[in-house]
């Protein structure tokens, strides 16, 4: 069985963006949605618009996000508004909010936590998914690349409690109260991204920016600074290969934020995300790699 190919680029620019996207070889149909994080105000890692804005308007798509499970601005429909519209993602395309008139629950086959997956309903007006995640640390998961932005990113704000829980509650207030041992929460959010790959089809292509990382996620409004240098993009149509490359960048660097990187994964075991969904079949750790500067 061939492995997948992961594209790489040194290069962090909108142009860069671009040329790695059309290495996939394959272009998404229909009605379109970029998924990422709009990033908690307070917070400054998330990937800017003007960044992502030349791909989201070659792909004439609509940015497409839910609302947080936790208390800040983006846990409501019409502070998560004002927040998009602070960071300037509706300057560049139509930001659609998913769960804004509600949920649906879509299956989950194969896993050991969830039954379902509780996404946001607007799911359903697109055809594929361009996952663009931005590579960072994550207080709760260790990391979080295209896996998490495919499921905690896809979930309705009851949904992201459902994940978080490991299936013991979908109600926000009582997430604190719910949190399960760690391995079950990391293989819960495998669960979902697998399910958001079952009901759209395959029809997702996968890109991590691995720029400003921080140990803490774009879901926090005063994450710690960037411990290491901008690393560049990577690009794949599988997101388990796409993810396991960006932990081995970092593992690979001779930066001297590494350690702390590496420190904070390894702290919330974060990299047990990685074979856990390839046994669900979500993809594949193994792949060749494609460094697209020399082209």
């Known amino acids: 069985m061939n492995k997948p190919i ?5 290069e962090i620019s909108p142009e860069s963006l671009i040329r790695i996207y059309h290495k996939l070889g394959r272009g998404l149909e229909g009605r379109v949605g970029v998924k990422i994080s709009t990033g908690e105000p307070g917070g400054h890692n998330y990937l800017k618009p003007e960044l992502i804005g030349k791909l989201v308007k070659e792909l004439n798509a609509a940015i497409i996000e839910c609302n947080t499970a936790y208390a800040g601005r983006r846990n409501t429909s ?4 004002k927040a998009i519209e602070e960071h300037g993602f509706n300057k560049i395309a139509q930001v659609d909010l998913m769960d804004v008139d509600g949920e649906f629950e879509i299956p989950v086959t194969g896993g050991r936590h969830l039954d379902v997956d509780i996404v946001g ?4 007006n697109y055809d594929s998914i361009l996952n663009l995640a931005h590579f960072k640390g994550h207080a709760m998961g260790g990391f979080g690349g295209v896996i998490k932005n495919q499921s905690i990113g896809v979930a309705s704000s009851r949904g992201k409690t459902y994940i978080h829980t490991a299936g013991a509650t979908r109600e926000p207030s009582e997430l ?3 949190l399960p041992e760690q391995n079950a929460f990391l293989e819960s959010m495998a669960e979902a991204a697998k399910a958001v790959a079952d009901f759209m089809k395959g029809n997702i292509l996968y890109i991590n920016v691995m720029n400003n990382l921080s140990v803490d996620c774009d879901c926090d409004s005063h994450p710690e600074d960037p411990c290491m240098a901008d690393i560049g993009i990577l690009a794949s149509t599988d997101p388990v290969a796409v993810d396991q490359a960006a932990i081995d960048k970092i593992w690979s660097s001779t930066d001297r934020g590494r350690d702390h990187f590496i420190a904070r994964v390894e702290r919330q075991n974060g990299r047990h995300i990685l074979p856990y969904a390839e046994a669900l079949g979500l993809g594949s750790r193994q792949y060749s790699l494609v460094n697209i500067d020399n082209d």
């Open 6 to 10: 992961v594209y790489f680029t040194k």
């Open 176 to 178: 604190w109260d719910n």
């Open 121 to 124: 309903s607007h799911l359903k």
């Open 78 to 81: 019409a502070e998560h508004l």
